[in-house]
């Protein structure tokens, strides 16, 4: 709505004062309810910006002396009888304060630059204290002789900083409100947008300010439609509320509400003066609440019928009721059987009778909110049926007697029998509890005992477990509990997540015990920990098998030495301190001259006995701080610390040279022994564990090629056996297509009824200038130049043939161990290798066994499990070789898909002598029988340990007691001579 100024007052019963310093003439002409008295403000402002909102604003024609106001200067005035012409007020006003305009206009004219200019204008009316409104007015723009004056105007406060304090809170209002806010131009340009706005659209204030609204808004949106938004300003009287959308910074849309007011200028004759501010609401979270809501309400007039819950109603008038088609169902009769209120009493249990007649009547007299009952009704067959009855009475009379009862019944029956059910056991629970033979103890938040069972007394001291509850756990006291114990009751107590924890105690005979307790806590409705319950089992035993286990896993069974698993761990550590602190360390690799020789002449004893006075001699050697482990076989390593010269490490090798060298004592004969030894150091020679090994192997190599019995350091230069390596490298690339290839069987056999149940097949190769070499020579080299592959798949088909000739015509059949190399895992589909060499040949899968080796499993590559998981699917057995020396598998027996456990010869040798020996043979077989594996003994030599292994349980022999291996053709005759009818 709009107004201007007349010359005619007319009479509305309200007073104008307009209050100024210096007389003005037109003032004292106006209208005779007007009556001037000027007092300069002397109160003058740069203006920046107008920043003042849901405030009057105005606008002042100087030269037509049009004046033109918001709807909010109405309300200000607003105290006029109701049957005063709102119209012949605004031109009252416009009146009174057009000469006072126009003097502040020619005051502008003649200033520097635009200048605010107060005026006040004192409002008074028949039984009010009256009030003073203040107008701020600014010069806008001039056209020709015409001058535009701007402005805003609001209920002057009379303390002197008020117009300060209104200011500062609006500008606060603005800058920190919750709502975006922007100061708009007349062609849509943010002159000013606060963090909340420019945060909203994703971008800075700095960023915003200056750009055009379009450039964040939808194309076709109504808010940047000029036309538009001036009809629904000027409908509005200046103020509008629209629904918009914005562009956020990233690209998505933003749902607002905008209220727009105009603040600046004539919304009737739009022009460079209009100015708009703008408060922008995000209506996303509303919109989202909206959907929430409408999908809230969806749900609940699904859920009554989802939940199957019947309705009812009673009238207390008629003492009728109403019933639903649900609940008619669910207590089983017609509607007319529910003629009144009787009838449905008869129906109820008469044990629940009086409890629902009791808990009805307290809610009808209005002493409960509501009355809730599980009764049982009879049913037509005279079985009783459970359900949830709840009521509520909806309106009374003037008495507040019931007129209206409404409710609902649900069909709990399933419920009940179903807590009976876990009533039942709960009770079976507690039963188990008290004689469980595992502890079972509950703390509160104080660490007071609240129950414990009779199997704590042995985790108590001996201590009957009725005289500590109600007694707080406290370290030292009377039970002896482990501090550990505590810390980790405490810790899940505060953080209520669930904690286990193995710890020593003492057993009432005093000894040291280990227990494994699992602490669990307990919530209560409050989401807080109220209890907590501790579980505990004695693992003494449990423990000292793992201690033995873990002692099996990285140290050798033979010699006690640390094996190939303790010594890579070991090697990490060093490797990484030596890097740290710039240090130098020396690996050498030590290999036992012809150790074969002594095995084959003397035995495996005599090798095992050598093996081991060979490592306590080399312990006796070393210092404190170096490092002794057996890899394997007769391979020893060795890590020198805390060398800074070569000859430090030179003086070492040499006494270690030298002991070996001393005659050994066996069986009242002497023998002579000599070793060859590889040295690579660190950092010259590499910095990986790799390039260390690989160098310190190959300095070996050129120990053995030097005549053995010396020690050479890595070097660059060596050739001699680099070119042997070569030779043989370049050889098995043809040694399949030539033909040189060939498999020696060695025979298996049932320990304990002698017959002969398959072989192992054994590769040779029979070179053409080095004659018949053995594996150890060449699967190496094969192994490092991808041979392997194309040999492994030879030996596959070969060996699956051999089956084939074999069971053709047996019932029983006989089935063939074929050794896989770790690289033929690594290096390709073994899986797909193996299944297309058996279709190709017609081979059945369970002829077949795979040997592999403990190293494959030790680095635990998924890669590996899958594979020998799909040989086992396929058919295929799976047996690890050697089993015993070196790393430890039995950490993986749990996790590999292991058949097959193949006891190392060095075990069969000693333990005729060696009682630890005999022992670990029956752990291994012990532990094969509970995993459901079959045991097979490796290096039978005589019958006594044949007698002995089949008395262990151990189920399957190989040996030289059985057979040497030998070619195919000799292994059918020894088969035919052996195998019984």
């Not at 203040?134 to 701007?150: K, V, Y």
């Not at 007697?401 to 609902?408: A, W």
């Not at 592959?789 to 084939?804: H, K, L, M, P, S």
Request: with cysteine; net charge negative.
């Amino acid at each position: 709505m709009s107004g201007k100024h007349a010359n005619t007052a007319y009479p509305v019963q309200k007073r104008f004062d307009v209050l100024s310093s210096e007389p003005c003439a037109e003032a004292q002409n106006a209208d005779m309810l007007v009556r001037a008295n000027a007092v300069d403000s002397n109160k003058t402002r740069q203006m920046s910006y107008l920043s003042i909102a849901n405030l009057a604003s105005w606008s002042f024609d100087v030269g037509t002396g049009g004046l033109w106001w918001s709807s909010e200067l109405d309300r200000l005035l607003n105290q006029f009888p109701e049957k005063v012409d709102r119209h012949q007020m605004r031109e009252a006003v416009g009146g009174a304060l057009a000469p006072w305009l126009q003097a502040i206009a020619l005051r502008s004219a003649s200033s520097d630059g635009d200048q605010w200019q107060d005026l006040k204008l004192k409002v008074d009316a028949p039984n009010s204290p009256g009030k003073i409104i203040q107008f701020q007015c600014h010069a806008g723009a001039r056209h020709h002789r015409s001058m535009i004056l701007t402005g805003i105007a609001y209920e002057y406060e009379h303390e002197p900083d008020s117009i300060d304090q209104r200011d500062r809170l609006f500008r606060e209002a603005f800058e920190y409100g919750p709502f975006g806010a922007a100061l708009i131009d007349s062609h849509g340009r943010y002159l000013k947008v606060n963090e909340a706005f420019a945060g909203l659209l994703g971008y800075t204030r700095e960023e915003l300010s200056g750009r055009y609204a379009r450039e964040v808004t939808p194309a076709g949106d109504i808010s940047i439609n000029r036309e538009a938004m001036q009809a629904l300003l000027q409908a509005g009287n200046g103020r509008t509320t629209i629904s918009k959308q914005y562009f956020h910074r990233d690209g998505h849309l933003i749902d607002t509400r905008v209220e727009m007011a105009t603040i600046s200028g004539d919304i009737t004759r739009p022009d460079e003066t209009l100015r708009f501010l703008a408060f922008v609401q995000d209506l996303t979270e509303l919109r989202k609440t909206q959907a929430e809501l409408y999908t809230s309400q969806i749900r609940s007039e699904l859920a009554l019928e989802s939940a199957e819950i019947g309705i009812w109603e009673w009238n207390g008038e008629d003492n009728t009721g109403f019933y639903s088609p649900r609940t008619c169902e669910i207590l089983d009769v017609d509607l007319k059987e529910l003629s009144s209120e009787e009838s449905w009493f008869a129906r109820i249990h008469p044990e629940d009778l009086q409890k629902y007649v009791d808990t009805r009547t307290q809610h009808l007299n209005g002493n409960t909110p509501q009355q809730k009952a599980e009764i049982r009704i009879r049913q037509r067959n005279g079985s009783y049926k459970w359900v949830e009855d709840l009521g509520k009475v909806v309106d009374r009379d003037e008495h507040g007697r019931p007129l209206r009862v409404v409710g609902t019944l649900l069909d709990i029956h399933d419920r009940k029998v179903m807590e009976e059910t876990l009533a039942q056991q709960s009770r079976e629970i507690a039963s188990l509890a008290e004689h469980s033979p595992d502890g079972m103890i509950r703390y509160d938040c104080e660490f007071r005992r609240l129950h414990a069972n009779p199997a704590m007394r042995r985790f108590l001291g001996g201590i009957d477990p009725k005289e500590v509850i109600g007694l707080p756990a406290a370290e030292g006291d009377i039970t002896g509990i482990p501090a550990d114990y505590l810390e980790t009751l405490r810790s899940v107590l505060r953080t209520g997540q669930e904690a286990e924890l193995e710890t020593s105690y003492k057993s009432t005979s005093g000894s040291n015990n280990w227990l494994h307790a699992r602490f669990t806590p307990e919530i209560n409705t409050d989401g807080k920990v109220s209890t907590v319950l501790v579980l505990m089992r004695d693992i003494t035993e449990a423990v000292s098998h793992r201690e033995d286990i873990q002692k099996l896993a990285y140290f050798d069974a033979l010699t006690g030495l640390p094996n190939r698993a303790r010594f890579n761990r070991v090697f990490e550590t060093i490797l990484a301190d030596a890097e740290a602190k710039k240090e130098q360390f020396a690996l050498i690799i030590l290999d036992l001259d012809n150790f074969k020789d002594v095995n084959d002449t003397l035995g495996h004893a005599a090798g095992d006995q050598l093996l081991c006075e060979v490592a306590r001699r080399l312990s006796a050697e070393l210092r404190h701080s170096d490092n002794f482990a057996r890899l394997g076989g007769d391979e020893f390593a060795i890590f020198l610390q805390d060398v800074r010269r070569r000859q430090d490490v030179t003086e070492i090798t040499n006494r270690l040279l030298t002991a070996i060298a001393r005659p050994f004592h066996f069986d009242g004969r002497d023998m002579l022994v000599s070793g060859s030894l590889g040295i690579a150091c660190y950092p010259d020679d590499g910095a990986s564990p790799r390039d260390l090994f690989a160098h310190a192997d190959a300095a070996l190599y050129e120990a053995k090629a030097r005549g053995r019995n010396n020690f050479q350091y890595y070097d660059e230069a060596f050739t001699v056996q680099a070119r042997l390596r070569v030779k043989l490298g370049n050889a098995l690339h043809t040694a399949c297509a030539n033909n040189e290839l060939e498999l020696y069987y060695q025979p298996k056999v049932n320990l304990s009824s002698g017959e002969i149940i398959g072989a192992e097949a054994l590769l040779r190769w029979w070179h053409p200038e080095f004659g018949l070499l053995m594996p150890n020579s060449f699967i190496t080299i094969a192994e490092e130049n991808g041979t392997i592959i194309e040999i492994g798949d030879w030996v596959i088909r070969a060996a699956a043939q051999t089956a084939i000739d074999w069971n053709s015509k047996r019932s029983k059949p006989l089935k063939i161990a074929i050794n896989f190399s770790p690289r033929q895992f690594k290096q390709n589909d073994l899986a797909k290798q193996i299944e297309l060499a058996l279709t190709q040949t017609g081979c059945r899968a369970e002829w077949l066994e795979c040997e592999i080796t403990e190293s494959l499993l030790l680095d635990d590559e998924a890669s590996v499990q899958a594979t020998l998981e799909k040989l086992r699917t396929m058919g295929l057995s799976i047996a690890i070789d050697d089993f015993g020396t070196g790393h430890s598998a039995l950490a993986y027996l749990s996790r590999f898909p292991i058949d097959v456990l193949k006891i190392d010869r060095s075990f069969v040798a000693q333990m005729a002598k060696d009682h630890r020996s005999r022992e670990l043979i029956k752990a291994f077989t012990s532990i094969a029988d509970a995993l459901g594996m079959t045991t097979v003994a490796e290096g039978i030599e005589t019958s006594g340990q044949a007698d002995s292994l089949n008395e262990f349980g151990c189920e399957i022999g190989q040996g030289y007691l059985f057979g040497k291996p030998v070619p195919l053709q000799d292994f059918a005759k020894y088969f035919e001579h052996r195998s019984p009818v």
